[in-house]
């Protein structure tokens, strides 16, 4: 199962998970809960007429996202 996350993330031109590591995630300022924040990055997504499935574009496009919401030096 992780070798095929890990082929996956590697056809969107993502790194491997790093094995045995608990990530603790929170939401960036203005968001109340992980939820939320993946929700605005669905929507976004499909608003720019991407598929929510696994692919460089979808990957490309949540990163200029994250890029916005958690600006560098926070």
Same mark, same amino acid.
């Given at each position: 199962?992780?070798?095929?996350?890990?082929?996956?993330?590697?056809?969107?031109?993502?790194?491997? =998970?790093?094995?045995? =590591?608990?990530?603790?995630? %929170?939401?960036?300022?203005?968001?109340?809960?992980?939820?939320?924040?993946?929700?605005?990055?669905?929507?976004?997504?499909?608003?720019?007429?991407?598929?929510?499935?696994?692919?460089?574009?979808?990957? %490309?496009?949540? %990163? =200029?996202?994250?890029?916005?919401?958690?600006?560098?030096?926070?």
């Amino acid at each position: 199962m992780e070798s095929d996350a890990n082929g996956l993330l590697a056809e969107c031109g993502l790194p491997a =998970r790093p094995a045995g =590591r608990l990530w603790l995630l %929170q939401p960036p300022q203005g968001f109340v809960s992980l939820d939320a924040t993946l929700s605005r990055l669905v929507k976004s997504a499909k608003d720019a007429g991407l598929d929510i499935l696994a692919n460089p574009a979808l990957v %490309q496009h949540v %990163q =200029r996202d994250l890029d916005g919401l958690f600006p560098s030096g926070s």
